[in-house]
């Protein structure tokens, strides 16, 4: 198959100005709360924020937003939440039914939840995608008009080849790689000393080797896991944590980047 060009057989998102899919090549690195937390700082910038859940097996937008199956007819989509317009095969089919859909089904689910929505005027829209560099990933890189990918990885060998597959996946459909955001990077102490238990500076090291921005570390903290599970996110639970911090820092070099790019916005300044 010959690469797409850039603009061939993408579907336009009317109203949204930038759309960043946050991808990595493994599942159980943090992508989902990567998204979720970065919507969230996007947010309190006085952003227009929309998250879209592509992961169809395991939708996570539902548990970590405190949301459950929507009846339609009742809440139309896109679910608003904390300020965000949010979708998710989650609030479609329970997740904790297995969804058994073979590669194209899924691939249709995603386009269905990513083009019927009416999302209104955006000023990003974040996408979660899937683990892996499969049939859906593939097909929402080439048919969405993506402005760039972040790729998440955790500081470990084996995270980081699977992290190198999602970044060529992009490369081969002409998306912009954004930046690298390394994700469960260390364990504070309270002596203020850091644990690397998953190793150290992988995420650093990849961008280097691919010769892109490295977008930040998001430390180890059971706060993280603890608000996602709640149904609250860090950012929007605790805004004034450290951890919260470096998520919103996250997002300023998210839109930096964007900024040195032809379609780039520009956040105002929120005091940290
Ligand atoms: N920095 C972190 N510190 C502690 N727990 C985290 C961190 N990032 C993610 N988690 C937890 O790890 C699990 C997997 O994260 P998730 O975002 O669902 O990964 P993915 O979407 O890549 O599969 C979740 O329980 C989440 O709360
Ligand atoms: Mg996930």
């Known amino acids: 198959m010959p690469p797409p060009q850039p603009g061939q057989q993408k579907t336009p998102l009317p109203g949204i100005k930038h759309v960043i899919a946050v991808a990595s090549g493994k599942g159980g ?3 989902s709360t990567v998204s979720a ?3 969230l700082a996007l947010h309190m910038y006085g952003q227009r924020v929309g998250l ?5 097996y395991g ?3 539902p548990l970590m937003f405190g949301l459950g199956t929507v009846d339609q007819t009742k809440t139309p989509f896109p679910i608003e939440k904390y300020g965000l317009k949010l979708m998710s095969m989650g609030f479609l089919v329970d997740p904790n039914q297995a969804v058994i859909w073979r590669g194209p089904k899924v691939a249709q689910a995603v386009g269905a939840l990513l083009f019927q929505p009416p999302w209104g005027e955006l000023d990003y829209l974040v996408i979660d995608l899937p683990p892996g560099t499969g049939d859906a990933q593939l097909t929402l890189s080439q048919s969405a008009p993506l402005t760039g990918a972040v790729i998440v ?3 470990a060998e084996v995270s980081l080849i699977d992290a190198r597959k999602g970044v060529r996946m992009f490369q081969e459909v002409n998306v912009p790689i954004l930046g690298i955001v390394e994700n469960m990077s260390y364990l504070g102490l309270p002596d203020g000393s850091k644990l690397f238990p998953l190793g150290q500076g992988g995420g650093a090291k990849l961008a280097a080797e691919i010769g892109v921005p490295f977008l930040g570390e998001i430390p180890i903290d059971q706060e993280i896991s603890k608000c996602g599970d709640a149904g609250e996110p860090i950012v929007r639970k605790h805004p004034d944590h ?3 911090h470096a998520y919103i820092r996250l997002a300023q070099t998210v839109v930096n980047e964007l900024m040195k790019r032809p379609t780039g916005g520009a956040l105002p300044e929120v005091e940290l």
Do not use: E, H, R, Y
């Open 59 to 61: 939708p996570s937008v």
């Open 242 to 244: 450290p951890v919260s």
């Open 52 to 56: 879209m859940d592509a992961d169809i």
């Open 37 to 39: 937390n970065l919507a």
């Open 153 to 155: 990885t955790q500081p």
């Open 29 to 31: 690195v943090g992508k």
